[in-house]
């Protein structure tokens, strides 16, 4: 199964705005890209759509960026998949007209069940926490 970019993405920052919680200035778009590699715009379009759901603020100016929204540290990579459209999954396959194509949809069905569920134990806090502990680690390395 394939993990939609716009769903890493997302992850990756919410994951890196989590992180960052406490700093006195809001996280500047660039730090983003250039930690990770994604394409600007494509950034940009992901962080309204989490700005819209009210998990991201922003601040205008040359020293604005932006912040996670308090209080989300048990918000699930499911959640976050979902709202940024990456959480289906499954069999798209309109003809299953045969023994064959049902008994192969049941597998997909049940792949993403499990895609979900994994998803689903998942939450940001745990992943900010881990992305910390690397940090931390690197400093000694």
């Known amino acids: 199964?394939?993990?939609?970019?716009?769903v890493h993405y997302a992850a990756l920052a919410m994951m890196?705005?989590?992180?960052?919680?406490?700093?006195?200035?809001?996280?500047?778009?660039?730090?983003?890209?250039s930690r990770h590699a994604i394409p600007q715009p494509f950034l940009v379009q992901?962080?309204?759509q989490l700005k819209t759901v009210g998990w991201v603020t922003s601040t205008r100016g040359s020293s604005g960026g932006y912040r996670l929204a308090p209080g989300l540290g048990g918000l699930t990579l499911l959640e976050i998949a979902e709202v940024v459209g990456g959480a289906d999954g499954g069999c798209s396959a309109e003809s299953l007209a045969?023994?064959?194509s049902n008994q192969l949809k049941r597998v997909w069905d049940d792949a993403t069940r499990a895609y979900r569920d994994?998803?689903?134990?998942?939450?940001?806090?745990?992943?900010?926490?881990s992305a910390r502990d690397c940090e931390s680690a690197m400093f000694y390395i």
């Open 16 to 33: 890196e705005l989590a992180a960052a919680d406490g700093r006195p200035e809001p996280m500047a778009i660039r730090e983003i890209v």
């Open 118 to 129: 994994v998803l689903a134990s998942v939450t940001l806090g745990e992943l900010a926490a």
């Open 98 to 100: 045969n023994r064959s």
């Open 1 to 6: 199964m394939q993990i939609p970019a716009r």
């Open 46 to 48: 992901i962080l309204q």
